[in-house]
């Protein structure tokens, strides 16, 4: 056999033995972006089963820590996983993946995520954590607001034009305002409503883009894609 024939056989066989069986079973790359998939019902037994089993650490970071930020195919591939050393290192990524600057030390992201826990909890608490609570959900997923209207005693609401006209007597109520949300829009109002008095208002959407009806199902479509209903006006 000449040396060229067998350095051509020794390079297929290299590549041959470096690539894993087709048939081999792996769960999913910690590393990895996660995509969408369809969960056997094997898979989602296991899922549950490993939620109850998580480290208390793990569980709080799953289930409090990013439960507003995370996506419902991450959270299925970290319930996926089998090591702690694999969900240390998904956390890694999740937190690289939202990075401004993966490249730095400090994580930006994390950070001011962290940072809006915290203001949420010192802020918005009212017999339950203020993460829990519709302001500390809106805030921590959407930052501060750039305009905040408060009526901590509720009153009388000239309703605008577009709202049917008219007045009526109100709640507590607050309303918050971003000019601007990324894949959101524009203009966006959310009225938090206090019907219990108990300082805690409830989070209900208003006009929102401009047009009014746009923002009101994107809210809706948003809110019910993540377990959420929107509180309305009594």
């Given at each position: 056999?000449?040396?060229?024939?067998?350095?051509l056989?020794?390079?297929?066989?290299?590549?041959?033995?470096?690539?894993?069986?087709?048939?081999?079973?792996?769960?999913?790359?910690?590393?990895?972006?996660?995509?969408?998939?369809?969960?056997?019902?094997?898979?989602?037994?296991?899922m549950?089963?490993?939620?109850?089993?998580?480290d208390?650490?793990?569980?709080?970071?799953?289930?409090?820590?990013?439960?507003y930020?995370?996506?419902?195919?991450?959270?299925?591939?970290?319930?996926?996983?089998?090591?702690?050393?694999?969900?240390?290192?998904?956390?890694?990524?999740?937190?690289?993946?939202?990075?401004?600057?993966?490249?730095?030390?400090?994580?930006?992201?994390?950070?001011?995520?962290?940072?809006?826990?915290?203001?949420?909890?010192?802020?918005?608490?009212?017999g339950?954590?203020?993460?829990?609570?519709?302001?500390?959900?809106?805030?921590?997923?959407?930052?501060?607001?750039?305009?905040?209207?408060?009526h901590?005693t509720?009153g009388?609401?000239?309703?605008?034009?577009?709202?049917?006209?008219?007045?009526?007597?109100?709640?507590?109520?607050?309303?918050?305002?971003?000019?601007?949300?990324e894949?959101?829009?524009?203009?966006?109002?959310?009225?938090?409503?206090?019907?219990?008095?108990?300082?805690e208002?409830?989070?209900?959407d208003?006009?929102?883009?401009?047009?009014?009806?746009?923002?009101?199902?994107?809210?809706?479509?948003?809110?019910?894609?993540?377990g959420?209903?929107?509180?309305?006006?009594?």
């Amino acid at each position: 056999m000449s040396r060229v024939a067998r350095t051509l056989l020794a390079s297929a066989f290299s590549i041959f033995i470096a690539l894993p069986s087709s048939g081999a079973q792996q769960g999913p790359d910690p590393a990895a972006a996660p995509t969408p998939q369809k969960l056997t019902k094997d898979t989602k037994k296991k899922m549950r089963r490993t939620l109850k089993e998580l480290d208390s650490s793990y569980r709080q970071w799953l289930s409090e820590d990013v439960t507003y930020i995370i996506s419902p195919d991450e959270r299925n591939a970290f319930l996926q996983l089998d090591t702690n050393e694999e969900r240390e290192q998904f956390i890694e990524q999740f937190w690289l993946r939202r990075s401004s600057n993966p490249d730095l030390p400090e994580n930006d992201f994390k950070e001011e995520h962290y940072r809006r826990i915290a203001y949420a909890n010192e802020h918005f608490a009212s017999g339950i954590p203020g993460w829990k609570t519709d302001r500390g959900r809106m805030y921590i997923m959407w930052g501060p607001a750039d305009e905040v209207e408060s009526h901590p005693t509720g009153g009388t609401y000239d309703r605008p034009m577009e709202e049917g006209g008219g007045s009526t007597t109100t709640y507590p109520w607050e309303t918050w305002r971003w000019r601007y949300l990324e894949d959101i829009g524009e203009n966006i109002i959310i009225e938090f409503v206090d019907p219990s008095g108990s300082g805690e208002p409830d989070g209900i959407d208003r006009d929102g883009v401009e047009g009014g009806s746009i923002f009101a199902l994107r809210w809706h479509d948003y809110a019910e894609s993540h377990g959420w209903h929107a509180s309305q006006h009594e």
